[in-house]
């Protein structure tokens, strides 16, 4: 049995949701990809933005919790691609953050296990994810999963 527990994200859940997504992205531009930094108003501005998801019938918001801590998340997102596609409506992982100092395994697996559960009773049989190049057990948990490379997505600084 786990040592967490899996359920939707609430409003009052925002403030630690929002420190916890801040110390990730900190971390992330730290000590993988610096390209990635946050703006000191970014983490409201993120909670804003998720504040908004809970109420969205085309979002679900995800967390994992142990002992009243937020030790994981996980955003998932309806989009429509225009009508010229054949595969128009489709989900994507909007977010997903694992607090590192948990020292816990298995929340990313627990966190995607009702994710896709909440996909399919939404008629979504696809599911995009943007992954960092830079980050490797991220990478390793997706192709464990079983997802395959889609697009490439560049950066191009302009000079």
Do not use: C
Not at 73 to 84: A, D, N, S, T, V
Request: hydrophobic letters at 45%.
């Amino acid at each position: 049995m786990a040592s967490f527990q899996v359920r939707p994200a609430m409003h009052p859940d925002l403030e630690q949701l929002e420190g916890l997504w801040a110390d990730i992205m900190d971390e992330i531009a730290t000590t993988m990809d610096p390209r990635l930094r946050i703006t000191s108003h970014a983490p409201q501005l993120w909670r804003q933005q998720v504040h908004t998801w809970l109420d969205d019938p085309a979002a679900h918001v995800l967390i994992a919790e142990k002992d009243s801590r937020i030790i994981g998340f996980m955003i998932g997102l309806i989009l429509e691609r225009p009508l010229f596609y054949y595969q128009q409506k489709y989900g994507y992982i909007a977010e997903l953050g694992v607090d590192g100092h948990a020292h816990v395994g298995g929340v990313g697996t627990a966190l995607l296990n009702p994710m896709r559960e909440w996909f399919l009773a939404q008629d979504i049989k696809v599911v995009e994810v943007a992954v960092m190049h830079l980050h490797p057990m991220a990478q390793a948990f997706w192709r464990a999963k079983g997802a395959s490379e889609f697009i490439d997505h560049f950066w191009y600084r302009l000079k």
